[in-house]
């Protein structure tokens, strides 16, 4: 114990305080994190609000925005309520976007970590792993494994994950090296700690600020993955998501073209939070580039 | 290549001769042309491992795919015996053990074979290189209308930097970052075609309208720019957050109080001296993107029914054509080695430093 | 190599009270100095004394947040200080000219050595792109680029520090300027190579008679090559004189520390004063005190010192100095 008093402490535990305060001083970040909580709220609580299926035909067809007070956001060919839907596909949206981004960036922080930690033939493998996987266009191999595998909501989770965790994997893969020559890696190594203590103890909560920051756009990106799929029609047709709106409203824009305007503004104003909030969190958790402004 | 050629004429060095860093007193004799030759040898043979595991992953996934080509082709016809499904295997080699089956796609790729499409009724390599002159002219257009829109935004924060312009650009381009192409795509065509009737709302010429010459081409023009722009505008919020980051780095640098002291007014100074050096950043980014920008024009082409090799990868989903499907993986892979390729040796022509070893 | 005996004809230069300032912070103060034609005037001091921003001052490439808060630098005709974008376009790069400390990055990447030359002929004197390349080629002649028609090709990247900073000398001297800045021209190079530069710089003046400021630290360099002194501390003038005086006689302890420290002038002989003691911060916190900005430094501070700022007076033939107590016991000139 004495020992480890001497050894030099790990940078990270000290910035925890300074970066919350740095986050509540970004009003653009307080207002995204305000807005995603908000968006999470409706999505739990999506069977309370609308318990009908939101594929259900509910009202006359083709009611504009604004016309009957009971159907803020219209309804569409089939005279299904687009707030409904818009409720609903949050769910959809979030669960894809969270759940592609956790598992890919695990994959990623796994791969990158032991990369960068190890180094030498390890990394030359997993460097060219990392390559053949990020040469393909992301969206070409993505429409391809959700083809292959069928469409449901699980593979496209399975899908985006598998396109985006090179991503994590070359970010940690700098983090991790750059760490791992660092005096309290070093001294870890000296008090004869194992390789999993000091890769899990002592680098990663280090390397977690950029890690955050990349988790948040990367869930943005997953949104616009899953939309875009789902646009397309590659997505489970029996749930109600954002992108399949879009599509369904496509082959109406001479007529009704706030079917596809509506589900679109959801998107992007749910992207635009997690972009903001990124940044947020970049400048609160990176003082190196908020000092620079 | 004349043109590369060209550019290291001037000064062409003894052969075998070699540069030595950086007292070397003698003169430097490796030119602009070697740099290039030398990065695209190098890059060249790096790419071959990779392409090889692409390729073969490529046969695999194609293996996972629900049915073969005899599935498709029975389902066609409606009616399919059991002799006939068992003929068609043994034509198409799909009754060969899986590594025979290997063995018979690498060597059809050999000679430039991806298989052969039962929907289209034709061999998979000749559909795709049919629909893959519209993609990379919708590509080239739409990357030279994002580099440019990126440079001169980025150019306009970085000098503004702080103040208004900075501010209300920033804004637009976070704006840009987050907005589906396929849903702006859309929109443009409700304003533009529907609401304004400016531009055609899909296809890439007018059919059966029996132009020629330049009307053809502006026709065409007119055709690209909604999609080309709507692939553009996610690029040109990249590239302009790049360029503003570059240019306020570049403007100060020694060598730009150099350019000042000299006495060239601010443009000469801006373009000559700042926006050369800030390029070298952005040429990476563009060729880094080259993939996205691919993956984008899935479903830009999809929603103008821009007839490339995005619209066929959606058409061969939607009739479960997985060799075609796959085939434009494959190729679209290709094309993004060729684009960094490309981008290493525009580096290594507008960045004197860069000494492939 | 000195100029010969003064000559009364108005000077090419002269400064008079300038100020320059950060926002509030005023980091160069009322300094005067003036240089006549074929003269080299030294300006000598710490680094962070404000030399630098002195020599940026007068081509008004000041950074984006310093101003000229105060003063005139009269030369040929018009204040410095005050004409507008396009006379100063007019005049840098033609009559005044500078070259800065940092060889290595003072010289665009992309751009040939020829290129970077001909653009300044080109702009001034509007001579054709073969002209220009041939007179880059002279000129890289003129500096000692060894095998200029071959170097003339190169990027920068591929040159030593001592050929780059060739290449800048011969980019400032192209339009034949009337005054040249050199600000700290060998401070990065290595010392063998120093006296060629120096050499090379002392043989333009010349040739060109154009005015030398030459900025530096070392105060080995002025007795060499320098016709006057100007010593300056925290962004005041604490002493000029003709260096033969200043080495044999400094009256300012400063000046005497800054020998003592200089191996190849001080030496044993220093003034009454050991080498200066190193003081905790930064040189430019001494710029807001309210008397002598060296007293926190001086061995012979008095209670007087941190009081008021000392005036410059004359202590000699052709001298001055702003410390009364070094001076006290002088007679009066
Ligand atoms: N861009 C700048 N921003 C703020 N302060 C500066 C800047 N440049 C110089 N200074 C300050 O002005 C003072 C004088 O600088 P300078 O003229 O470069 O000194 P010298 O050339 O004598 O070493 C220094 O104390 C420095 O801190
Ligand atoms: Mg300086």
């Not at chain 2, 993609?135 to 257009?141: A, D, K, P, Y």
């Amino acid at each position: 114990m004495s020992l480890a008093l001497d050894t030099p402490a790990s940078p990270v535990a000290a910035m925890r305080p300074r970066a919350l305060r740095a986050f509540l001083r970004n009003p653009a970040g307080v207002i995204s994190l305000g807005f995603l909580l908000v968006l999470f709220a409706m999505a739990l609580a999506a069977p309370t609000l609308y318990p009908e299926d939101p594929l259900s035909m509910v009202a006359r067809p083709f009611l504009w925005p604004g016309q009957n007070p009971a159907y803020p956001l219209g309804t569409d060919s089939l005279g299904r309520d687009v707030a409904a839907g818009v409720v609903w596909g949050a769910r959809i949206s979030l669960l894809v976007g969270f759940s592609a981004m956790a598992l890919g960036v695990t994959l990623g922080l796994v791969v990158g970590s032991l990369a960068g930690y190890f180094g030498g033939r390890v990394d030359d493998v997993l460097v060219k792993v990392i390559e053949i996987f990020q040469t393909p266009p992301n969206f070409v191999l993505l429409v391809v494994l959700v083809a292959i595998a069928q469409p449901s909501v699980s593979t496209v989770i399975f899908a985006i994950a598998a396109v985006t965790w090179p991503t994590t994997a070359r970010l940690m893969r700098a983090e991790f090296r750059a760490l791992r020559s660092k005096d309290f890696v070093v001294a870890a190594r000296g008090l004869g700690y194992g390789h999993a203590r000091i890769i899990v103890r002592e680098i990663l909560p280090n390397a977690l600020p950029p890690l955050i920051v990349t988790s948040s756009v990367l869930v943005a990106t997953a949104i616009l993955m899953e939309s875009a799929l789902s646009f397309l029609g590659l997505s489970d047709p029996n749930v109600v998501s954002w992108g399949s709106m879009i599509g369904a409203g496509r082959e109406l824009l001479r007529t009704a073209w706030f079917l596809s305007a509506v589900p679109g503004v959801a998107i992007v104003l749910t992207v635009l939070a997690l972009n903001l909030l990124g940044d947020a969190l970049n400048d609160a958790l990176n003082p190196r580039v908020s000092g620079a402004r | 290549m004349a043109g590369l050629r060209a550019i290291g004429l001037r000064n062409r060095p003894a052969a075998g001769t070699v540069c030595r860093f950086p007292e070397d007193p003698g003169p430097c004799l490796m030119t602009t042309a070697e740099r290039i030759f030398k990065s695209l040898r190098r890059n060249g043979l790096a790419a071959i491992p990779t392409v090889l595991v692409i390729v073969v992953l490529n046969f695999f996934l194609l293996k996972l795919a629900p049915g073969d080509a005899a599935d498709v082709m029975a389902g066609e016809s409606g009616a399919a015996t059991e002799e006939l499904m068992r003929q068609l295997r043994a034509r198409f080699g799909l009754d060969l053990p899986v590594l025979g089956q290997l063995q018979a796609y690498l060597g059809g790729l050999a000679q430039g074979s991806l298989g052969f499409s039962p929907r289209y009724n034709m061999p998979v390599t000749d559909l795709i290189l049919q629909r893959l002159p519209r993609t990379l002219t919708l590509m080239g257009f739409s990357l030279s209308i994002a580099i440019a829109l990126g440079l001169l935004a980025g150019t306009v924060m970085a000098l503004n930097a702080g103040r208004w312009p900075d501010r209300v650009l920033s804004v637009l381009t976070l704006l840009l970052y987050s907005v589906p192409g396929f849903w702006i795509g859309l929109m443009l065509i409700v304003l533009f075609s529907i609401k304004l009737g400016w531009l055609p709302s899909g296809g890439s010429e007018t059919i059966a309208s029996g132009r020629t010459g330049f009307d053809l081409f502006v026709d065409r023009l007119r055709h690209m720019i909604l999609p080309a722009l709507t692939l553009a505008l996610f690029y040109v919020a990249v590239y302009a957050r790049l360029t503003r980051a570059a240019v306020m780095e570049v403007a100060e640098q020694d060598y730009v109080r150099t350019a000042r002291a000299k006495g060239l007014s601010a443009f000469a100074v801006g373009s000559r001296h700042v926006l050369r050096n800030a390029l070298l950043p952005v040429t990476t980014l563009a060729g880094m993107h080259i993939g996205g920008i691919l993956g984008g024009a899935v479903v830009v082409e999809t929603v103008y029914s821009w007839p490339g090799l995005g619209r066929l990868a959606f058409e061969a989903v939607l009739r479960r054509d997985y060799n075609v499907l796959l085939g434009v993986l494959l190729l679209s892979s290709v094309l993004v080695i060729l684009a960094n390729m490309i981008v290493d040796m525009l580096q290594a022509w507008l960045d004197p430093r860069i000494e492939v070893r | 190599m000195k100029a010969g005996p003064v000559d009364a004809s108005s000077p090419l230069l002269d400064v008079r009270d300038l100020t320059i300032a950060f926002g509030d912070t005023v980091r160069v103060r009322d300094l005067s100095f003036s240089v006549r034609e074929a003269e080299t005037v030294a300006i000598v001091g710490e680094s962070g004394s404000g030399k630098s921003l002195t020599g940026l001052a007068l081509m008004r490439l000041l950074p984006r947040s310093a101003r000229i808060a105060g003063g005139a630098m009269a030369f040929m005709g018009r204040d410095l200080a005050v004409i507008d974008e396009p006379e100063l376009r007019r005049l840098r790069g033609r009559e005044i000219a500078m070259i800065f400390q940092e060889p290595m990055t003072s010289l665009n990447p992309v751009l040939t050595i020829g290129a970077q030359i001909a653009e300044v002929v080109t702009l001034h004197e509007g001579l054709s792109r073969s002209a220009a390349r041939r007179r880059a080629i002279e000129l890289l002649d003129r500096v000692r680029v060894p095998d200029p028609a071959r170097r003339v090709d190169d990027y920068p990247h591929r040159l030593s520090g001592g050929m780059r900073q060739r290449v800048m000398i011969a980019m400032a001297v192209a339009c034949g300027p009337r005054l040249l800045i050199a600000d700290e021209p060998t401070t990065a190079l290595d010392v063998t190579i120093q006296a060629q530069v120096l050499d090379l710089l002392d043989g333009l003046r010349r040739d060109l008679s154009m005015g030398l400021i030459l900025v530096t630290h070392d105060l080995g360099v002025v007795g060499q090559w320098a016709d006057r002194v100007v010593v300056m501390y925290a962004g005041t003038k604490v002493e000029e004189a003709p260096p033969g005086p200043v080495f044999a006689d400094p009256r300012h302890p400063y000046t005497a520390g800054l020998l003592a420290a200089s191996p190849r002038v001080g030496g044993g002989r220093s003034y009454r004063s050991g080498p200066l003691p190193e003081i905790p911060g930064n040189i430019a916190s001494a710029v807001d005190e309210a008397g002598c900005s060296f007293a926190p430094r001086c061995p012979h501070a008095i209670a007087s010192c941190r009081l008021a700022r000392p005036p410059l007076v004359r202590v000699g033939e052709d001298r001055v100095a702003a410390c009364p107590v070094v001076n006290v016991a002088e007679p009066a000139p």
